[in-house]
């Protein structure tokens, strides 16, 4: 295992790539999880899959298939060249590589600020208006969020990374 590793999770608009810039920017190890591990897959074989049956609505499949190559997580998690290691981003198969991590946080926020989050970036997922019902869905039920210490962030990015270096130590 690597010396520290974190998990950073939360639903769309929540603020896991704001959390993640601003980690890097003080010179934190960070893995954008969303950027360079998501794939949707099989959340038991981790096979990349094309596309969703017959008959299933496209947004909602693709959201529940998103998924980390595991083997790959793991490799990283066992990378000792750095003191922690903050993997930033969701994924629907993490219950397979959980136990890697020193703690899970999971980001929250208030159904207002996500709307307006959402209606902030009009390029994202979330903004659509299929996307936005299925965000608030989840964020109304916490599906597919793993357990973990909860982070409100409703604050600025810099008091939302001070809150969460606050529970390392």
């Known amino acids: 295992m690597g010396i520290k590793n974190y998990l950073i999770e939360g639903g769309s608009g ?3 790539t704001s959390v993640a810039t601003e980690l890097e920017r003080r010179g934190y190890h960070v893995i954008h999880g969303d950027r360079v591990l998501a794939y949707v897959g099989d959340l038991e074989t981790g096979q990349a ?3 969703p049956p017959k008959g299933a609505g496209r947004v909602a499949w693709r959201y529940a298939h998103w998924i980390w190559p595991v083997d790959k ?3 990283i998690a066992a990378d000792t060249t750095h003191p922690a290691s903050f993997f930033c981003g969701g994924s629907r198969n993490s219950r397979k590589f959980l ?3 020193d703690k899970v946080f999971v980001l929250d ?4 600020t996500l709307n307006r989050r959402l209606d902030e970036r009009p390029n994202d997922f979330g903004f659509k208006p299929a996307e936005r019902a299925l965000v608030l869905r989840c964020h109304r ?6 357990a973990g210490i909860t ?19």
């Open 49 to 51: 899959l094309a596309g």
């Open 73 to 75: 997580v793991r490799a």
């Open 141 to 146: 039920t916490r599906e597919y969020l793993p």
């Open 14 to 16: 929540t603020g896991k």
């Open 99 to 101: 136990h890697l991590f």
């Open 109 to 112: 926020i208030d159904v207002e």
């Open 151 to 169: 982070i409100d962030t409703a604050n600025t990015v810099a008091r939302v990374v001070d809150d969460i270096l606050a529970h390392l130590t």
